[in-house]
């Protein structure tokens, strides 16, 4: 149980061009998610909660109106990269949380070209 | 306040011969403490998980770990290296009680380098 997918694993987009990635709890409902991302050869940086049915709140440093988060239901959280730029480039990994526990799920490389 | 150091971000260890990766933190709370294994490109896997029971916690992988208080520490070992050990290794620090869910704060991980 607690299973956390995350889609896509991998994506490839343009500049100035903007990507969704999803978060899925796959087998529990999750009021709470939170999105995180990893810079090459660091540790996970906490980028912002995303809490159902309400707004999500982002970490001191991260553009809110860049980084779009919607957690439209009890097993789905989107992250949307808005006019991505090469520096957004990153590995970025969701969880759900279950019982004051954190899943995660497997991450998605983003690579804006 | 919550945090976690790991003391090394590299080690590297013979195959067959022990791991000890090292992991010291700091909370308000009474903590759980996690350590979690990343592959290359892959996403987290939790090891084991110190949730306020008993002190020495074994997990995955023969991987176990020490909760000490008095040295705030919470130390990986294994008592063989197996090359598919290598991999980066996350000690994760969370305060139960902040707001409702457990907000958890990474170490910066220490890359296990083993050598055949």
């Known amino acids: 149980g607690a299973v956390v997918s995350q889609h896509p694993s991998r994506v490839i987009c343009k500049s100035g061009t903007s990507v969704k990635i999803e978060c899925r709890s796959l087998d529990f409902q999750a009021t709470t998610m939170f999105w995180y991302r990893q810079f090459p050869k660091k540790s996970l940086m906490l980028m912002a909660t995303s809490n159902e049915g309400s707004k999500a709140t982002y970490e001191q440093g991260v553009e809110k109106d860049k980084f779009l988060i919607n957690h439209a239901s009890l097993t789905l959280s989107t992250l949307t990269v808005t006019s991505a730029h090469p520096e957004d480039s990153s590995f970025y990994i969701c969880?759900?949380?279950?019982?004051?526990?954190?899943?995660f799920g497997p991450g998605t490389r983003l690579t804006v070209t | 306040a919550q945090s976690v150091t790991q003391l090394d971000s590299h080690v590297s260890v013979s195959e067959g011969t022990p791991v000890l990766l090292r992991c010291n933190y700091s909370s308000s709370y009474s903590p759980s403490l996690f350590w979690y294994v990343q592959h290359p490109n892959k996403g987290l896997q939790l090891l084991l998980k110190y949730t306020s029971a008993a002190t020495l916690v074994k997990g995955i992988n023969g991987f176990e770990a020490e909760f000490k208080k008095s040295e705030t520490s919470f130390h990986l070992t294994k008592p063989s290296a197996h090359m598919s050990d290598a991999a980066e290794y996350f000690c994760v620090v969370s305060d139960p009680y902040s707001g409702g869910y457990q907000k958890v704060t990474f170490g910066t991980g220490t890359k296990l380098q083993v050598i055949p």
């Open positions: 969880s759900a949380v279950l019982k004051y526990e954190q899943y």
